[in-house]
């Protein structure tokens, strides 16, 4: 029998981060961080305290040792509180989804210095796929892994990366992929290497920070890397079999974001009813037009739909760490969930301030904030649109039907 109800200590969860949220994260808070382009370390530390730092990590390795459901559940919740999506990026998503991955596939040593600290709040762990070059075509990554006597000797430059400004601050390093070997022909994603990189490794360095339009609170950057020699400690996985793993961290990642969008779409939808219900035009509550209600019943029944297939993927990310089902069984259900909730969620949140009129348009007004920090997850961030397409249409239709083959 099927049983959509969350189980008594995943409702416990819930409740405890929405009354969290609610006393640490109002929008009066959510709107400092993102003026003043930082996430407070007090406000990761409360979160740490509460156990929802990189949850999914294992009791034995230092962690929490929640399933995805629960994981889930915190996502939503922390993008129902922060509608800009900076700390449901930074902390949920990339540390929660990639720190889950790098945790799986990682030495004692990284996870000692590195995953356990990020846990307590203490240092930043990331994901650094993307280059200079592009992000979708991920066999095509120019960044090299050489071995020379004991040591990996990397170079090349990552872009567009979450994180780097904290990494640098407080410490951490990134996941990132190399390649370490020529690809054989028709085989590009063969012989690459996935490494942690500890960003205080001599040879890394900032080559930039984005001035982006979102998400203001976590940093987006730049780095190079001039001849980083990391010892085989530092190689996540299996040598020359990197690209595997990275596909499950999109997996996790991508999940975690779908349902942070799920709780932004919920919030901008409560402040658009809560503003028709009260606003008049001719003489009634606009929310009375039947041009105004009949919109917010398709978006609200649509975003219910997309919770409720967010939830039976984040089940099926349960069943693979299980290994009750395959990464590839996967794929598909997870792009579902990227290409639908964070444009769904965009497309609320620019409903919402069509309903909201000119009061909408203003800083004063938090849709705004929504609207630019979802557009990160709708233009490329864990993944582009056309790449979600591209992995349902080659599950639905075969692998001869990939475009770029
Ligand atoms: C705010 C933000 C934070 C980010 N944080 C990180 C991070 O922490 N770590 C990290 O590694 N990366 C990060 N990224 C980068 C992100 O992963 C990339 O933006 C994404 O992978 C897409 O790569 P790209 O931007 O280079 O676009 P490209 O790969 O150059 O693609 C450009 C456009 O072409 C389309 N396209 C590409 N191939 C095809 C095709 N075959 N068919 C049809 N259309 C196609 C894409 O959908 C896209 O619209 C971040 C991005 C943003 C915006």
Known sequence: ???????????????????????NLPI???????????????????????????????????????????????????????????????????????????????????????????????????????????????????????????????????????GTEECKEWGGGFWILARSGPAPPGKPHRNMTGFFLPFEAPGVEISKRYDDMGRMALSCGAFTMKDVRLSDEYVVGEVDKGFYPTMEGFDNARILISCSAVGVAQRVLEIGMEYIKERKAFGRPIGKFEGIQFELADLYAKNEAIRTLCYKVAWMVDQREKGKMKSLELAKWISYCKLLAPWHALKCAETAMIWLGAWGYTKECPLEMAYRGLMSYCVGAEGAINIQRIVIGRELLGREFVPYK
């Open 1 to 23: 029998m099927v049983n959509f109800g969350f189980t008594e200590e995943q409702e416990l969860i819930k409740k405890s981060v929405r009354e969290w949220c609610a006393k």
């Open 28 to 162: 009066e808070k959510v709107r400092e961080m993102d003026t003043k382009q930082q996430v407070p370390r007090e406000t990761v530390k409360g979160m740490a305290d509460l156990g929802i730092l990189l949850p999914t990590v294992p009791e034995e390795h230092g962690g929490a040792g929640l399933d995805w459901v629960s994981a889930c559940i915190i996502a939503e919740e922390m993008g129902y509180a922060d509608v800009t999506i900076a700390i449901p990026a930074g902390f949920q998503v990339v540390e929660g989804g990639w720190g889950h991955d790098i945790d799986k596939y990682c030495s004692e040593k990284v996870r000692k210095e590195y995953i356990q600290p990020a846990i307590r709040g203490e240092k930043f762990v990331g994901i650094a796929t993307t280059e200079p070059g592009g992000g979708s075509d991920v066999a095509a990554f120019k960044c090299t892994a050489k071995k020379e006597g004991d040591e990996w000797i990397l170079n090349g430059e990552k872009a567009y990366i979450s």
